[in-house]
Structures are given as structure tokens and as C-alpha cells.
T-cell receptor
Framework: DAGVTQSPTHLIKTRGQQVTLRCSPI?????VSWYQQVLGQGPQFIFQ???????GRGNFPDRFSARQFPNYSSELNVNALLLGDSALYLC??????????????FGPGTRLTVL | DAKTTQPPSMDCAEGRAANLPCNHS???????VYWYRQIHSQGPQYIIH???NNETNEMASLIITEDRKSSTLILPHATLRDTAVYYC???????????FGGGTRVLVKP
């Protein structure tokens, strides 16, 4: 089975632009979470979606938004990009957020560079 | 979710066992201990998790103390490909958000 896939792999944008990152979860997984990892730090939670509804949000500004589609894939949108948004954006999927032993599996990430 | 404390770095000789400690003294009875690792510039990789019993899989073993205030991840025969940052995370269910700390940067040397 294919793991979590993300596209694009790398992306370069300029300040003020908007970006859309995409994630396809493992087949059968209904929950998708997004994380931001700035260089030298651990990943930071941005959003979690389950059954197309937002179920959790981290401490990120409203410039960050996401959605989940009926096939459980997801998009992360960031508007009005700042230099500080440069990071590795990670997507993770899990079967069901309510399961006590559920495990999140991560994709390879999208490297966003804002110039 | 309970906080965790890990040493910032450690070295290990190739072929030897690597023992990675993690303190989680405020862990609650229904919180699990999860371990992930992240090889440079890749997405975090799930390794193992446990509640109170010791666990073993093809990658590693997890030893949780009886009071559950600390745990040790054991890589039985470290290889150069095990060089990575290892994160110990405590949470009620992995379906919820993962809170990554600083992790332990493990360098496996020939």
C-alpha cells in the first residue's frame, strides 16, 4: 500500500503570495493532520480534519486554512505569505482520531521557501 | 498531554544497542508513550508505542518503568541508517495532535 503522499515536494514563493499544499492519506484513513516544521525545531501542529470537519487547530493565524475532501485527501492553504512561513509542511494520516491506539503516519513533506 | 524530557544528543557505535531514555513524570494512567524518529529532511517515522507493558516490534523495543514515569527505547543493533532525531511523545490517543519536543539527536558512528 502507498503511504501518505504530498505534493509538491518543493515550492518557492515570494512574500504576499498564496500557496496550496496537497495531501493524500493512506487508503482507508479518515483523519488528516497538518504540521509545520521550521528548521531546527520539532513539528508544530496546525490542523486536524476528520470526516471532512475540522477537529483541532493549533496556534496559527487565520492566514492558514485547510479542508478535507470526500475522498479524505486534504489541502492546506496559506495566504499572504511571510518569510517566517518558510518551513517543511508535513501531513499525517490516521484511521480514526477516536481510537485509543490509533497511530499517525507522516508523508515526506513539502518544503516551502518564501523569498 | 504530559511533557517529556529527553537528552539533546547521544552517540552510538554501529552494531551496538542504542538505549534512548525519556522522562514523563506527569504521565496519566490513560496516556500512551509513542516514539517517532525523523531522518534528516524526511517526515517523522512511527517506531513503537506502549501503555504500561514492554513492547517489541521489528524496529525496536520499548521498556516502560513500573511507575510509568520513564521509558527507554532500545535499538538492538544500531546501523548508520538509524542516525536521526528521536522523539518521545505522551498522549491519550495518537489520533489527537502530536506535541513534539526537542527530541534526542542520535549519531551512529562506524
Amino acid at each position: 500500500d502507498a503511504g501518505v503522499t504530498q505534493s509538491p515536494t518543493h515550492l518557492i514563493k515570494t512574500r504576499g503570495q498564496q500557496v496550496t499544499l496537497r495531501c493524500s492519506p493512506i487508503s482507508g484513513h479518515k483523519s488528516v493532520s497538518w504540521y509545520q516544521q521550521v528548521l531546527g525545531q520539532g513539528p508544530q501542529f496546525i490542523f486536524q480534519y476528520y470526516e471532512k470537519e475540522e477537529r483541532g487547530r493549533g496556534n496559527f493565524p487565520d492566514r492558514f486554512s485547510a479542508r478535507q475532501f470526500p475522498n479524505y485527501s486534504s489541502e492546506l492553504n496559506v495566504n499572504a505569505l511571510l518569510l517566517g512561513d518558510s518551513a517543511l509542511y508535513l501531513c499525517a494520516s490516521s484511521l480514526d482520531r477516536a481510537l485509543s491506539t490509533d497511530t499517525q503516519y507522516f508523508g515526506p513533506g513539502t518544503r516551502l521557501t518564501v523569498l | 498531554d504530559a511533557k517529556t524530557t529527553q537528552p539533546p544528543s547521544m552517540d552510538c557505535a554501529e552494531g551496538r544497542a542504542a538505549n534512548l531514555p525519556c522522562n514523563h513524570s506527569t504521565i496519566s494512567g490513560n496516556e500512551y508513550v509513542y516514539w517517532y524518529r525523523q531522518i534528516h529532511s524526511q517526515g517523522p517515522q512511527y517506531i513503537i508505542h506502549g501503555l504500561k507493558n514492554n513492547e517489541t516490534n521489528e524496529m525496536a523495543s520499548l521498556i516502560i518503568t513500573e511507575d510509568r514515569k520513564s521509558s527507554t527505547l532500545i535499538l538492538p543493533h544500531a546501523t548508520l541508517r538509524d542516525t536521526a532525531v528521536y522523539y518521545c511523545i505522551v498522549l491519550i490517543t495518537a489520533g489527537n495532535k502530536l506535541t513534539f519536543g526537542g527530541g534526542t539527536r542520535v549519531l551512529v558512528k562506524p
